[in-house]
């Protein structure tokens, strides 16, 4: 009977690291809240096909491929600015995470779009999937109220968000990636 209820447990395990990932599929938008204190997994409230890039999303993208933001990898964040953009970018619905991945604009490239509607910074830890490979990738933490983009110049299939979290931040902080 232990053995069983051991077996069991270990059986459990994939299954509740599993419960604790949001995958987003390139062509798709997810929405998404997250539990306060950090101990429940993510909770997908929304789920559908990207529609046409926004103009923001057009923009990221152009900026992305001209190479404008080649010096942006590893613990290299650049952050744009609404200025630098021309134009005001969108914000996430209060207490929610909205994630947009897309095809860039002129190259079949990938463009992950994380918007955070909540008063905190957002890390979390990602895994790129392209056929039957799957990797760890870079990613920067998400400023409170702010977008989060990440690029890679080669199309991806889908990327898993894992080990997501909530965590105070400042502007003296700057923004970490890992």
Known sequence: MIRTAIVMAALMLPM???AQTVTVNRGEAVTFTIDEDG????????RKPAT???EFEKATSAKFVSGAFDNATGNN???MTDAQMGMVSPKAAPNTVDLHFVRTAGKDASLLVVINGYDRGMIYRATMRRGDKAEPTDVCLVM??????EYWPYPLDSIELSDIRLVPWKPADGVPCA
């Open 16 to 18: 509740n690291a599993m």
């Open 39 to 46: 101990k429940a997994a993510p909770r997908v409230v929304d």
């Open 52 to 54: 046409d890039m926004t």
């Open 77 to 79: 964040p650049q952050p």
């Open 144 to 149: 409170p109220g702010k977008i989060g983009n």
